[in-house]
C-alpha cells in the first residue's frame, strides 16, 4: 500500500493550496480516509476524515468552513482543497486511509489509521 500526498507549497495568508492524495497497491479504497497534520514540535493533528457508509465528513473546528475534500474514485485520489490559509495552517500534512470502517469515537486520532502517506509540506506566511 502506498500514499502519495502532493501539492504542499508556499503561500501567503488568505491564499489557497489543493492537496492531493493517491492511492496505490494494495488497497480496496479511499472511502475510509483522513487528513492530518503536525507542525515543528507539536503532535500530529487531525484535520478532516470520512468513512464508508457514512454521509457525514467530520471537521477539525480549526479548519472548517475554510477547507473542503472531495473523491476521484476513478483515480483513487482525494483531494483537500485549503482555502482562506492563515498562518498557523502551517504544518506537514498527511494522508491516511483505513481499509475497515472507523468507529466514529476514533476517527480523530492519528492511531485509528493504518496506512500513511509521507506527507506534504504546507507554509503559509504572514
Known amino acids: 500500500v502506498q500514499l502519495q500526498a502532493s501539492g504542499g507549497g508556499l503561500v501567503q495568508a488568505g491564499g489557497s493550496l489543493r492537496l492531493s492524495c493517491a492511492a496505490s497497491?494494495?488497497?480496496?479504497?479511499?472511502?475510509?480516509l483522513a487528513w492530518f497534520r503536525q507542525a515543528p514540535g507539536k503532535e500530529r493533528e487531525f484535520v478532516v476524515a470520512?468513512?464508508?457508509?457514512?454521509?457525514?465528513?467530520y471537521w477539525a473546528d480549526s479548519v472548517k468552513g475554510r477547507f473542503t475534500i472531495s473523491r476521484d474514485m476513478a483515480k483513487n485520489t482525494v483531494h483537500l482543497q485549503m482555502d482562506s490559509l492563515k498562518p498557523e495552517d502551517t504544518a506537514v500534512y498527511y494522508c491516511?486511509?483505513?481499509?475497515?470502517?472507523?468507529?466514529?469515537?476514533?476517527?480523530?486520532?492519528?492511531?485509528?489509521?493504518?496506512?500513511w502517506g509521507q506527507g506534504t509540506q504546507v507554509t503559509v506566511s504572514s
Open positions: 497497491g494494495r488497497i480496496f479504497s479511499l472511502s475510509n
Open positions: 491516511a486511509v483505513k481499509n475497515n470502517r472507523p468507529i466514529s469515537s476514533a476517527i480523530r486520532s492519528a492511531g485509528t489509521w493504518d496506512y
Open positions: 470520512f468513512r464508508v457508509g457514512d454521509s457525514n465528513t
